[in-house]
């Protein structure tokens, strides 16, 4: 079965520019999370989606948006980037049943130069 | 952010010992204790997760401690092995399943 998919791998943009990630999640999941994974840190929760919602924000700024499609995969769009971009971005997605438990994908890598 | 504090940041374990990472939260809210394991280059993979209705659970070399009482929980890994070596990610969530609050992880190393 595959797992959930990112793309692209990595990115690389100049402060000012805007960037969209792509997400997809695993077969019969309908939630969707975006996390920023800051090197040497944890992940911070940015955006949870279910069924096209928003279900939950965290405390990240209004230039980060997100989206969910019909198909349950999701965009996550960083306007204005700024240095402090610079992470891994994991996408993570669960099922309707056990929405506790979070798969996550490879992540895209951003540097902002 | 409610947090989640993990120690320690490092450890070094020798080939066949036990390795034993703890984490402490706050919210009396959260109900799910997940454990991620995470290669360089890679997303976090769910190796194990407890609720507080109990106290331990265990797979195979994994093992999680849950103490409710003190709002703490530990990862156990019995009989390291050199591919254990990777960074473990405690984290916590509430019912709702919404944003998984991570620690600041633990880079393993087991030397053989």
């Known amino acids: 079965d595959a797992g959930v998919t990112q793309s692209p791998t990595h990115l690389i943009k100049t402060r000012g520019q805007h960037v969209t990630l792509r997400c997809s999640p695993i077969s019969g999941h309908k939630s969707v999370s975006w996390y920023q994974q800051v090197l040497g840190q944890g992940p911070q929760f940015i955006f949870q989606?279910?069924?096209?919602?928003?279900?939950g924000r965290g405390n990240f700024p209004d230039r980060f948006s997100a989206r969910q499609f019909p198909n349950y995969s999701s965009e996550l769009n960083v306007n204005a980037l700024l240095l402090g971009d610079s992470a891994l971005y994991l996408c993570?997605?669960?099922?309707?049943?056990?929405?506790?438990?979070?798969?996550f994908g490879p992540g895209t890598r951003l540097t902002v130069l | 952010q409610q947090q989640v504090k993990q120690s320690p940041q490092s450890l070094i374990v020798q080939k066949g010992g036990i390795s034993i990472i703890n984490c402490a939260y706050e919210n009396t809210a959260f109900d799910y204790f997940p454990w991620y394991q995470q290669f360089p280059g890679k997303g976090p993979a769910l190796l194990i997760a407890i609720r507080p209705d109990v106290s331990e659970k265990k797979e195979g070399r994994f093992t999680i401690s849950f103490n409710k009482s003190a709002k703490q929980f530990s990862l156990h890994i019995m009989d390291s092995q050199p591919g254990d070596s990777a960074t473990y990610f405690c984290a916590a969530s509430n019912q709702a399943g919404t944003a998984l609050i991570f620690g600041k992880g633990t880079t393993l190393s087991v030397s053989s």
């Open positions: 993570a997605s669960s099922s309707p049943k056990t929405r506790n438990e979070q798969f």
């Open positions: 989606y279910y069924e096209k919602e928003e279900r």
